[in-house]
């Protein structure tokens, strides 16, 4: 949680995510989500922190200093641009901050063949979502994935791809998906906890 924006989107993503830990890995997850203040001390204990929005992202000098800690330290964000656009105010203000925190040049794309694509299941790059040529935002499938890497490892995994909407379903629905698209999800968390 961040005091800008509104980070509140994609309310059933969390628990859709749980779930799919639960049904294909053997990792042991706590079924509750916590929501923690981006100011807070306590998230710096987080193992996995997810952050999301569409709007303007102005982190306080606090917000600011955990960000910077906990990635630092070792945690790993994953954030999700809800606007899935490369342009729009979520991408322009939430890009300029972590500028201001790690160095203009720390965000950088990453391959389609980096392990994150393969630390459970198998993917050729980033999964689609059906949310990338609605009419919302640019209108172009991101064929990438941004990063911040921290000694040669992903810290900060940064998407405009906007997967918070593509897994906010009602999980009684995920019967009907032919291939279920939380998986990339999976991937994500595991790549992260080096599991």
């Known amino acids: 949680m961040y005091e800008s924006g509104d980070w509140d989107v994609d309310i059933r993503m969390p628990s ?5 830990l639960v049904e294909y890995t053997t990792l042991r997850v706590d079924p509750v989500e916590r929501v923690i203040a981006l100011s807070d001390a306590k998230m710096l204990e987080s193992p996995f922190c997810y952050l999301a929005g569409h709007k303007l992202v102005q982190f306080t000098p606090a917000e600011r200093k955990n960000f910077e800690r906990y990635v630092r330290g070792g945690g790993f964000v994953f954030v ?3 606007n899935h656009d490369i342009d729009g105010l979520f991408a322009k203000s939430f890009e300029a901050e972590l500028a201001r925190i790690f160095g203009t040049k720390a965000l950088k794309k990453i391959p389609n063949n980096h392990p994150v694509y393969s630390s459970f299941f198998q993917f050729d790059g980033p999964p689609n979502t059906g949310n990338e040529l609605n009419g919302w935002g640019d209108d172009l499938v991101h064929d990438y994935l941004k990063a911040i890497e921290i000694n ?6 940064y998407s405009n791809k906007d997967y918070g909407c593509e897994w906010d379903y009602d999980f009684r629905n995920k019967r009907w998906l032919v291939v279920d698209n939380t998986r990339f999800a999976v991937n994500i ?7």
């Open 189 to 195: 968390i595991q790549y992260a906890l080096g599991a």
């Open 16 to 20: 859709n995510v749980l779930n799919s």
């Open 152 to 157: 040669g490892r992903v810290r900060v995994l």
């Open 80 to 82: 999700d641009d809800c």
